[in-house]
């Protein structure tokens, strides 16, 4: 535990980024019971009231209650991003140490596929998928959606890890004593890749809430269910900053910049935890 | 026996880090007289490469130069402030760096580097002049022209770490350190390489430090050599006598580590490790390892005696009672 | 007699470039090498050679971790491309390793115990965990560390000269017959090459282990060996008795190779001719023959156009230039058979 800290001492940015994460967490074990979610719904007050000690957010057009939106929507929306954040690492991982460590028509294969499938710009796909079913979005749906699009980039860069590991003269060693190929895999490259597998994981959640919130403030988002992105959504639809209905807009707004900034101070802490120069100061 | 052009007295570098202080180089004294070459040998650890980063003021953080002095005809290297080092870096005492072959700039030719040496010292020359400048230094250390208009990695080995030399020589520096210049290349271009240093070293005047751990290279190349243990110089001298006639036991046992060509089988190493910079055993840092120590070597303080002319020991068993 | 281990007339190619092949760069790694070491008596065989000679390309074919373009390496006469799993597993227990890079050739996550139990694990799972760890603490002590002060560590907190003992260590755990040595000492301080070196005499000596050493200092190849082979960009160049090729090298390359060696004895200077290498070319333009011929002062015509085979010399050396035509050729199993002479 004192290493721990004494590291976080020493980077500044995970330590921040790790704080954020803790807050935002206390929010959501603390929050449903001081706020009760079932406010979220609409008309569960009169629509449109200015912020007041009642509503401490005020409501929207639909007499939802915002306070309980904003908890309910960061909920949501860190859910989608952590879901398709974790398949896309998960499936990154198991064709990236694959291609990587065996190489020949495999490898082929994955690459191929992947750099094609990278080639695509993929809002465009995600807008016509999400447009296609958008009737039937929740929030789980809209995280497979995602997932669809969130492996390739760790396959490819996972991928690139595995290459330069497999070379090291550990990696023969282990062969020479007979370790076969999948406990190689488990035993000797996978350790050495935590740190950077922890970078892609948050890296991934990054851009899988990214891709939510940019297909939810498109109205390509769960109709019923209130994340963030579909709250600002809403709030153009109804022309909130035309009546300067500020407190509908901005505090989603607020949520997904705290958001951001957390998962880039830790990435950007990881990144530094990653990197290969710092590991060999002794 | 002409003056000295480098003068080190008494230099001590120490690391200040989390777990202690380190003592790098701890008191190494010598003179490199004008004209002549001068090895200096030692084991990982042994303080060689700080000595030449305190000689060329690239110590960093956490490392800082703790004492002592070092003057290149007179003028204080340890003194001196940045801006001055960096006149006198390359002009008056120049450096070929360990692994200089990969501090080339892979993206940029040949001599557009040496032209940046120049101009960093003197912007008054043109062009004209400083391509026949470079011309002129290429084919000093044996490369042809054209290399000048080459890439790095057009070279091979052998001819990058020439261009190194080159540049080393550029400003016709009166000090020279090679520090385990050819410890990359094989044994041929070792030896070519070597001996286009030998020839430079000649048609300048200047003196070469040559520090590396290979005894064998020292043989050939210097003329007196410095043995390095620990952070400490414990003997000096000519490189006939050090050869035949080595005093100190560690020098001794170095000796006898190097495999002959000529008979075989007789294996011979310095048992023990290496010791730790950090918390050194008392007194001589080597008697831990000495088939000489004796009780009263954990007491001694460091101290040379001439036991020859010019031949510099530093040990007790040695030195014993001799004023 | 079957060998032990044996590389028949092996090259190895590497190729780079793109799917589409429009540029394909092409490197002749190693060109028809040959290498046996039977299975008695044990023998200490060095393969030298500069950078780019194809030794650590021979070393890795040897060991199994890279497959020819052509030829074969056989294990107890069986091809190594034929094995079943059975039979890798008993060719890996028999021939073991040990890697220049004493830093790199350990896994930085775990202590280096993690080396030493890998083998363990995998050749002998049934062993219990106390003799195991006895074993281990016997062959640490064989080639002179303490236990206590190795075992528990990581890498990075023992000295450079202690992890490639721990390799040693490793290497000699299940009495393997064979050790590959690539540059074992070439990274470790002059004071503990000796004793490092001496560690791998004494299992040659005491348990029958034979050594392939390779390296590029020819200085310890002569101290170590009894055979030795030298490589130049590829092909051998000579084979035999290392105190003849040593001592009376008849190649023109082994003969620059030990006239450029600095010799620790200051009457002894190279002198201050040298400095340039008179590189020719062939008259062709292109070079068909001996890979060596722009830097050989004897290169006559011949040399450009075809390879020199290799020629028998005294029975136990063989070298391949052409100025020694007037001896026998050798064919292929009587090069094979110089490496068993001691």
Redesign the interface.
Same mark, same amino acid.
């Not at chain 1, 023969?172 to 370790?179: C, P, Q, T, V």
């Not at chain 2, 294996?267 to 048992?271: E, V």
């Not at chain 3, 000295?159 to 202690?162: H, I, K, N, T």
């Given at each position: 535990m004192r290493t721990f800290l004494s590291y976080c001492r020493r980077n500044p940015q995970l330590a921040v980024g790790l704080i954020m994460f803790l807050a935002l967490l206390l929010f959501w074990l603390i929050g449903p019971l001081v706020i009760d979610t079932d406010d979220a719904r609409p008309m569960s007050a009169l629509p449109d009231l200015s912020p007041s000690t009642e509503y401490p957010l005020g409501t929207d057009s639909t007499g939802r209650q915002l306070l309980p939106v904003l908890l309910q929507g960061t909920l949501y929306t860190l859910q989608i991003g952590l879901i398709a954040g974790s398949v896309g690492l998960l499936v990154g991982i198991i064709l990236g140490f694959s291609a990587g460590y065996f190489g020949g028509i495999l490898d082929?294969i994955v690459r191929t596929g992947a750099d094609v499938i990278l080639t695509i710009p993929t809002l465009a796909v995600l807008v016509v998928i999400a447009s296609l079913i958008k009737d039937r979005l929740d929030p789980q749906n809209m995280a497979a959606v995602i997932a669809l699009l969130a492996w390739m980039w760790p396959t490819r860069t996972i991928r690139a890890q595995v290459l330069t590991l497999r070379e090291?003269?550990?990696v023969?060693?282990?062969?020479?004593?007979?370790?076969g190929d999948v406990k190689i895999i488990l035993k000797?490259l996978l350790?050495?890749l935590l740190p950077y597998l922890a970078a892609s994981f948050v890296g991934a959640v990054s851009a899988a809430i990214l891709a939510a919130i940019g297909l939810e403030a498109l109205g390509l988002g769960p109709q019923t269910d209130p994340t963030l992105g579909m709250t600002i959504f809403w709030s153009i639809y109804y022309g909130a900053i035309l009546r300067g209905m500020w407190w509908w807009w901005a505090p989603p707004m607020a949520a997904i910049s705290y958001v951001f900034i957390g998962l880039f101070m830790i990435s950007w802490g990881l990144d530094e935890l990653a990197n290969p120069r710092l590991?060999?100061a002794? | 026996m002409n003056d000295p052009v480098l003068q080190v007295r008494d230099l001590r570098v120490y690391y200040h880090t989390p777990a202690g202080v380190v003592k790098a180089v701890d008191g190494i004294s010598f003179d490199l007289p004008r004209g002549e070459n001068l090895g200096l040998v030692g084991?990982?650890g042994s303080g060689k490469s700080t000595t030449v980063q305190a000689l060329m003021r690239l110590v960093m953080n956490p490392g800082r130069i703790e004492g002592g002095q070092a003057l290149l005809d007179g003028i204080d290297l340890l003194k001196l402030s940045d801006e001055e080092m960096r006149h006198m870096a390359g002009a008056r005492i120049s450096l070929i760096p360990q692994g200089a072959m990969n501090s080339l700039n892979p993206v940029m030719r040949i001599k557009t580097q040496m032209i940046d040496t120049i101009k960093a010292h003197d912007t008054g020359p043109s062009r004209a002049a400083m391509m026949e400048r470079i011309v002129d230094l290429l084919q000093l250390v044996?490369l042809s022209p054209d290399v000048a208009n080459m890439y790095p990695h057009q070279l091979s080995g052998g001819m990058k770490q020439r261009v190194c030399i080159a540049m080393a020589i550029t400003l016709q520096p009166q000090v020279i350190i090679a520090d385990e210049p050819t410890s990359a290349l094989?044994?041929?271009v070792?030896?070519?390489v070597?001996?286009?240093l030998?020839?430079i070293q000649e048609s300048i005047n200047a003196s070469v430090i040559l520090v590396g751990?290979?005894?064998?290279?020292?043989?050939?190349?210097v003329d007196r050599v410095g043995i390095m243990y620990a952070g400490r110089l414990v003997e000096l001298g000519p490189?006939?006598d050090i050869?035949e006639k080595p005093q100190h036991p560690y020098t001794r046992?170095?000796?006898g580590?190097?495999?002959?060509?000529e008979t075989?089988?007789v294996?011979?190493?310095?048992?023990g490790?290496?010791p730790s910079l950090l918390a050194p055993p008392p007194g001589c840092t080597f008697h831990p390892r000495c088939p000489h120590a004796t009780p009263a070597c954990t007491r001694w303080d460091y101290d040379y005696r001439e036991v020859r002319p010019g031949h510099w020991v530093a040990c007790l068993a040695v030195n014993g009672d001799r004023p | 007699m079957t060998a032990l281990l044996e590389a028949r007339n092996v090259s190895k190619t590497f190729t780079s470039g793109s #799917?589409i092949g429009t540029s394909k760069h092409v490197t002749v790694a190693l060109d028809d090498a040959s290498l046996a070491i039977n299975t008695e008596p044990a023998t200490v065989i060095s393969i030298a050679g500069?950078?780019g000679s194809g030794k650590t390309t021979l070393s890795r074919l040897m060991?199994g971790?890279i497959k020819p373009t052509q030829g074969a390496i056989y294990h107890r006469g069986k091809s190594l491309a034929q094995m079943n799993r059975a039979e890798r597993?008993a060719y890996?227990?028999e021939?073991?390793?040990i890697?220049q890079?004493p830093f790199?050739?350990?896994?930085?996550?775990?202590i280096v115990d993690h080396?030493l139990t890998?083998?363990i694990e995998?050749?002998e799972p049934k062993m219990p965990k106390a003799t195991a760890r006895a074993l281990i603490e016997e062959v640490l002590v064989t080639v002179g560390l303490r236990p206590e002060e190795t075992l528990g560590r990581y890498p990075?907190?023992l000295?450079?000269?202690?992890r490639q003992r721990v390799m040693v260590a490793?290497a000699l755990l299940l009495k393997p017959s064979i050790i590959v040595a690539d540059e074992p000492v070439s990274m470790v301080?002059?004071?503990?090459?000796?004793?490092i070196?001496?560690s791998l005499?004494k299992a040659h000596e005491e348990w029958g282990v034979s050594l392939i050493y390779i390296t590029?200092d020819?200085?310890?190849a002569?101290?170590v060996s009894q055979t030795i082979l030298m490589l130049y960009q590829g092909s051998m160049v000579e084979v035999g008795n290392v105190?003849k090729v040593?001592?009376n090298p008849r190649h023109p390359y082994t003969q620059?190779?030990?006239s450029? #060696?600095?010799?620790?004895?200051?009457?002894k200077?190279?002198g201050?001719g040298?400095?340039?290498?008179v590189i020719a070319k062939p008259p062709g333009g292109k070079n068909l023959g001996c890979k060596f011929a722009p830097r050989c002062p004897h290169v006559m015509t011949r040399c450009w156009e075809s390879q020199p085979p290799m020629y028998g010399l005294d029975d136990d050396c063989a070298v391949a230039c052409f100025l020694f035509d007037k001896s026998p050729v050798l064919d292929k199993t009587e090069i094979i058979n110089l490496y068993a002479r001691r």
């Open positions: 082929t090291r003269p550990y023969e060693i282990a062969r020479l004593s007979g370790m000797e350790p050495n590991r060999r002794a | 084991e990982s044996g094989d044994v041929v070792q030896k070519q070597m001996e286009t030998g020839q751990h290979d005894m064998g290279l020292m043989a050939q190349f490189v006939e050869f046992l170095l000796i580590t190097l495999p002959s060509l075989k089988g294996f011979k190493g310095i048992p490790m290496t | #799917i500069e950078s060991l971790l597993m890996r227990r021939v073991q390793a890697f890079d790199e050739a350990y896994n930085p996550f775990y080396a890998m083998p995998c050749f990075h907190q000295s450079g000269g202690q490793r301080d002059a004071s503990l090459r000796a004793t070196l001496e005499l590029h020819l200085t310890t002569y101290q105190d040593i001592k620059l190779l030990i450029s #060696i600095p010799l620790p004895d200051p009457k200077r190279w201050k040298g400095g340039r290498e």
